[in-house]
């Protein structure tokens, strides 16, 4: 096939990577919003018991990617970004098809596991894509865009797929995996052909793994991760529940399809703008603005277990989720500009492996509380989320401030 030009490669490479994690995430979010009911047999109705086994199952897939994910960081560096991500996305897609024939616990969970590793083999290469070719002064911005399209693609999957918990029975939904399986695959097609050949094949390096070892373990490095761990904690449990806790509560499954559905296209204006507001005013900023709206979002959320959706707390809620939206694109321009080309998917790798092992803590840790403690037990986990990102952006700070003074007395 032809060789790419050289100024047309790098656009035609974003093109890829932002098409494809469109399909992905979108792929993702139809099929994790119905998981739950899908392993249960029905659509509303959670209890102690069934909270559990959906929670271990769904919590096997962030296994998967944690324990993987630094291998796929290391292969995009040493054999291009591209293989790997195909690689991913055509295991994933085919693990999808399977599992729309079975609803055995027993195939699931080793399913699900094989799915969290084409997971990590999937995000790691197409963010180091995207900082591979992102400009200094446009990182923010450039991972805004990212960003936006990987939530819309969440989010309008989970959109669709509440909807369909409200709208079909039960024993449609293995249509809701082959669905995915092909949304996946087409956006296999979609980068595929939007690289050419010049992608496609790998551009094998040479590098030292003691390097590798000493940038992924740098202190600002994982100051910038962590809180990751800390708000997939949160975000994993929703992923995994909300549809059919939300359907148990009363709340129709459509309603909450629009509303999801509506904040996706917010999401689609709103971070690119704030990854070129990262830009201009400092990426730490921008984080500090998104780790109080976290904070604002814990508090209220304890308050809404605790009274329901009052029009108050969700029109608070939804303020808060701007604010949080504002540390994705710093946070991930932030960790772009402390990485190094030359391990730079495995640099990204750790960021992916947070969102899994948060993904992993998260899950045992509500549905444990949950189980135990009933109401008090989240309230106790919005709270503990909310004191840890607020001790981690501390931290954050301090280290800024040593440099800041460090470079001034050279």
Same mark, same amino acid.
């Given at each position: 096939?032809?060789?790419?030009? !050289? +100024?047309?490669?790098?656009?035609?490479?974003?093109?890829?990577?932002?098409?494809?994690?469109?399909?992905?995430?979108?792929?993702?979010?139809?099929? @994790?919003?119905?998981?739950?009911?899908?392993?249960?047999?029905?659509?509303?109705?959670?209890?102690?018991?069934?909270?559990?086994?959906?929670?271990?199952?769904?919590?096997?897939?962030?296994?998967?990617?944690?324990?993987? +994910?630094?291998?796929?960081?290391?292969?995009?560096?040493?054999?291009?970004?591209?293989?790997?991500?195909?690689?991913?996305?055509?295991?994933?897609?085919?693990?999808l098809a399977v599992v729309s024939f079975?609803?055995?616990?027993?195939?699931?969970? !080793?399913?699900?596991?094989?799915?969290?590793?084409?997971?990590?083999?999937?995000?790691?290469?197409?963010?180091? @894509?995207?900082?591979?070719?992102?400009?200094?002064?446009?990182?923010?911005?450039?991972?805004?865009?990212?960003?936006?399209?990987?939530?819309?693609?969440?989010?309008?999957?989970?959109?669709?797929?509440?909807?369909? =918990?409200?709208?079909?029975?039960?024993?449609?939904?293995?249509?809701?995996?082959?669905?995915?399986?092909?949304?996946?695959?087409?956006?296999?097609?979609?980068?595929?052909?939007?690289?050419?050949? #010049?992608?496609?094949?790998?551009?094998?390096?040479?590098?030292?793994?003691?390097?590798?070892?000493?940038?992924?373990?740098?202190?600002?490095? =994982?100051?910038?991760?962590?809180?990751?761990?800390?708000?997939?904690?949160?975000?994993?449990?929703?992923?995994?529940?909300?549809?059919?806790?939300?359907?148990?509560?009363?709340?129709p499954a459509t309603y909450l399809a629009?509303?999801?559905?509506?904040?996706?296209?917010?999401?689609?204006?709103? #971070?690119?703008?704030?990854?070129?507001?990262?830009?201009?005013?400092?990426?730490?900023?921008?984080?500090? +603005?998104?780790?109080?709206?976290?904070?604002?979002?814990?508090?209220?959320?304890?308050?809404?277990?605790?009274?329901?959706?009052?029009?108050?707390?969700?029109?608070?809620?939804?303020?808060?989720?701007?604010?949080?939206?504002?540390?994705?694109?710093?946070?991930?321009?932030?960790?772009?500009?402390?990485?190094? #080309?030359?391990?730079?998917?495995?640099?990204?790798?750790?960021?992916?492996?947070?969102?899994?092992?948060?993904?992993?803590?998260?899950?045992?840790?509500?549905?444990?509380?949950?189980?135990?403690?009933?109401?008090?037990?989240?309230?106790?986990?919005f709270g503990s989320i909310a004191a840890?990102? @607020?001790?981690?952006?501390?931290?954050?700070?301090?280290?800024?401030?040593?440099?800041?003074?460090?470079?001034?007395?050279?």
């Amino acid at each position: 096939m032809h060789e790419l030009e !050289p +100024v047309e490669a790098p656009r035609r490479e974003l093109r890829a990577v932002l098409g494809a994690t469109f399909f992905v995430r979108f792929g993702f979010g139809l099929t @994790v919003s119905v998981f739950a009911a899908y392993i249960l047999g029905r659509s509303s109705g959670l209890d102690a018991d069934t909270v559990g086994l959906v929670g271990v199952i769904a919590a096997l897939s962030p296994i998967g990617e944690f324990s993987t +994910v630094v291998l796929s960081g290391l292969a995009a560096d040493r054999y291009g970004r591209f293989p790997v991500l195909f690689g991913g996305m055509a295991v994933a897609a085919a693990v999808l098809a399977v599992v729309s024939f079975t609803r055995a616990a027993w195939a699931l969970a !080793p399913l699900n596991l094989v799915f969290g590793v084409a997971s990590g083999a999937i995000l790691a290469p197409s963010l180091a @894509v995207v900082a591979d070719r992102a400009k200094a002064t446009e990182r923010g911005r450039e991972m805004g865009r990212f960003d936006a399209v990987n939530l819309l693609g969440w989010i309008l999957g989970f959109a669709i797929g509440f909807g369909l =918990l409200g709208l079909v029975p039960n024993h449609v939904l293995p249509w809701v995996f082959r669905l995915g399986a092909a949304l996946l695959f087409a956006g296999l097609v979609v980068a595929r052909y939007s690289v050419g050949g #010049q992608g496609a094949r790998g551009r094998p390096t040479t590098f030292d793994l003691a390097r590798v070892r000493a940038a992924i373990l740098r202190r600002d490095v =994982l100051l910038v991760v962590l809180p990751w761990l800390v708000i997939y904690m949160l975000i994993g449990t929703a992923f995994v529940f909300l549809g059919t806790a939300s359907t148990g509560a009363g709340i129709p499954a459509t309603y909450l399809a629009a509303v999801i559905g509506g904040g996706g296209l917010v999401l689609l204006a709103t #971070q690119p703008y704030l990854g070129h507001l990262a830009d201009r005013y400092g990426r730490f900023r921008l984080m500090t +603005v998104g780790t109080v709206g976290f904070v604002l979002l814990m508090a209220i959320a304890a308050l809404l277990s605790t009274y329901g959706p009052l029009p108050v707390l969700l029109g608070a809620a939804g303020v808060s989720i701007l604010l949080a939206l504002a540390y994705g694109p710093a946070a991930l321009a932030a960790l772009t500009d402390l990485s190094e #080309q030359l391990t730079r998917a495995t640099t990204m790798a750790v960021y992916t492996l947070m969102i899994s092992l948060g993904m992993i803590t998260g899950l045992a840790a509500s549905t444990g509380l949950f189980a135990a403690l009933g109401a008090v037990g989240l309230d106790l986990f919005f709270g503990s989320i909310a004191a840890a990102l @607020v001790v981690l952006t501390g931290l954050r700070y301090v280290d800024l401030r040593r440099a800041k003074v460090a470079s001034a007395m050279v």
